[in-house]
């Protein structure tokens, strides 16, 4: 089974800062990878698709790279409605997912 | 819109069983394979289970396995989950997801608990 690793597991930045998290495979999954945004009682968003690809609607400051096994997700300006724990995700071996443990995001 | 609602979620005893069901709507269900993930509040995403558009792949996570039957009725556009042998460990808020993730339900509570 592919594992997923992710860090920080928390971190603590100022409005305005670059916020960056990464996410290792235990394999390579190609470009398979989602990258989800979750806040208190609701369910994920995906904010990024196939590594690097933004959703529809979700605003420019966050973005994701990264190939085979290291993939990076950053926001480039941190702001206060951006307080939510992110998990990166694998999709390569169908009908499997495999979730990172989550890197919970809040405001100095 | 597309849409996912779960249901079928509740208070069951352990030993006991209960059935989960997703109604998919706003898009060709029998296009996409789909998924059953929990979530113990407070924690992570742990995936439960996956099956393929017809039904023909079928996966689960090991602390699953052999208690939990995922299926699918493409002519109901409905996902369900069978959870039999059920230990206080399954007690999640339970997600049925479209793969490969952009649509998820909001979740079904299951409390395994005496």
């Known amino acids: 089974d592919i594992q997923m690793t992710q860090s920080p597991s928390y971190l603590s930045a100022s409005v305005g800062d670059r916020v960056t998290i990464t996410c290792q495979a235990s394999?390579?999954?190609?470009?398979?990878l989602n990258w989800y945004q979750q806040k208190p009682g609701k369910a994920p968003k995906l904010l990024i698709y196939?590594?690097?690809n933004l959703e529809t609607g979700v605003p420019s400051r966050f973005s994701g790279s990264g190939s085979g096994t290291d993939f990076t997700f950053t926001i480039s300006s941190l702001q206060p409605e951006d307080i939510a724990t992110y998990y990166c995700?694998?999709?390569?071996?169908?009908?499997?997912?495999?979730f990172g443990p989550g890197t919970k995001v809040d405001i100095k | 819109e597309v849409q996912l609602v779960e249901s079928g979620g509740g208070l069951v005893q352990p030993g006991r069983s209960l059935r989960l069901s997703c109604a998919a709507s706003?898009?060709?269900?029998?296009?996409?394979?789909m998924h059953w993930v929990r979530q113990v509040p407070g924690k992570g995403l742990e995936w439960v289970s996956g099956?393929?558009?017809?039904?023909?792949?079928?996966a689960y996570a090991d602390s699953v396995k052999g208690r939990f039957t995922i299926s699918r009725d493409n002519a109901r556009n409905s996902l369900y989950l069978q959870m039999n042998s059920l230990r206080p460990e399954d007690t999640a808020l339970y997600y049925c997801?479209?793969?490969?993730?952009?649509?998820w339900g909001q979740g079904t509570l299951v409390t395994v608990s005496s």
């Open positions: 995700q694998q999709y390569d071996n169908l009908p499997r997912f495999t």
């Open positions: 099956i393929s558009w017809n039904g023909g792949s079928i």
């Open positions: 196939d590594v690097s």
């Open positions: 997801a479209r793969h490969p993730g952009g649509v």
């Open positions: 706003g898009f060709t269900f029998d296009d996409y394979a």
């Open positions: 394999q390579d999954i190609s470009n398979y």
